[in-house]
T-cell receptor, first 119, second 110 residues
Framework: DTGVSQDPRHKITKRGQNVTFRCDPI?????LYWYRQTLGQGPEFLTY????????KSRLLSDRFSAERPKGSFSTLEIQRTEQGDSAMYLC?????????????????FGSGTQLSVL | EDKVVQSPLSLVVHEGDTVTLNCSYE??????LLWYKQEKKAPTFLFML????IEKKSGRLSSILDKKELFSILNITATQTGDSAVYLC??????????FGSGTKLNVKP
């Protein structure tokens, strides 16, 4: 059973550096989500892809953040000029939208996340 | 503006106790409510609830949804130390939007 995998598991960087995270969703899943989670909070939505199209971005996603899913499979999330406030767990999740019907039974499968620490 | 509110924020119980976790919500175009368990990293799926009054059950865990009063509860009976985790409630609305509450941190002591 291949779940959602994320790489790296941990990333420590200095303020001002760029970082890139990768997410490999479950293979048959066409929807991919990025969330950010800080201590004591639930996951906060960042952005969402259906296949290779980025359909929605949160206001939390400043212009320093960019996400791609070029072939509709894996996705990358890049943060440029990192700030200490970017320190968080970045979670990726995927789901499968049933073709031809409303997504009333959609559920997310999460990866283990990338823990980012900006010094 | 909170769309999903979980209570209590944290809870300490002893093994064998029964706990009830609450999740209230206010969203438009509600589709479903999901419960997740987060131990260390990845939240793992527990239940999906779409209809009022139908209890979902898995072992010692059960959950029910009230779409009129806009809340759900998650019950855990005969708690074990392995139940210690953060329990997240998420509401699905507008077909593809998942909004998470802040979670309830449960600590089960031996």
């Amino acid at each position: 059973d291949t779940g959602v995998s994320q790489d790296p598991r941990h990333k420590i960087t200095k303020r001002g550096q760029n970082v890139t995270f990768r997410c490999d969703p479950i293979s048959e899943h066409n929807r991919l989500y990025w969330y950010r989670q800080t201590l004591g909070q639930g996951p906060e939505f960042l952005t969402y892809f259906q296949n290779e199209a980025q359909l929605e971005k949160s206001r939390l996603l400043s212009d320093r953040f960019s996400a791609e899913r070029p072939k509709g499979s894996f996705s990358t999330l890049e943060i440029q000029r990192t700030e200490q406030g970017d320190s968080a767990m970045y979670l990726c999740a995927s789901s499968r939208r049933a073709v031809g019907q409303l997504s009333t039974n959609e559920k997310l499968f999460f990866g283990s996340g990338t823990q980012l620490s900006v010094l | 503006e909170d769309k999903v509110v979980q209570s209590p924020l944290s809870l300490v119980v002893h093994e064998g106790d029964t706990v009830t976790l609450n999740c209230s919500y206010e969203v438009t175009n509600f589709r479903s409510l999901l419960w997740y368990k987060q131990e260390k990293k990845a939240p793992t799926f527990l239940f999906m609830l779409t209809s009022s009054g139908i209890e979902k059950k898995s072992g010692r865990l059960s959950s029910i949804l009230d779409k009129k009063e806009l809340f759900s509860i998650l019950n855990i009976t005969a708690t074990q130390t392995g139940d210690s985790a953060v329990y997240l409630c998420a509401v699905v609305y507008n077909f593809n939007k998942f909004y998470f509450g802040s979670g309830t941190k449960l600590n089960v002591k031996p």
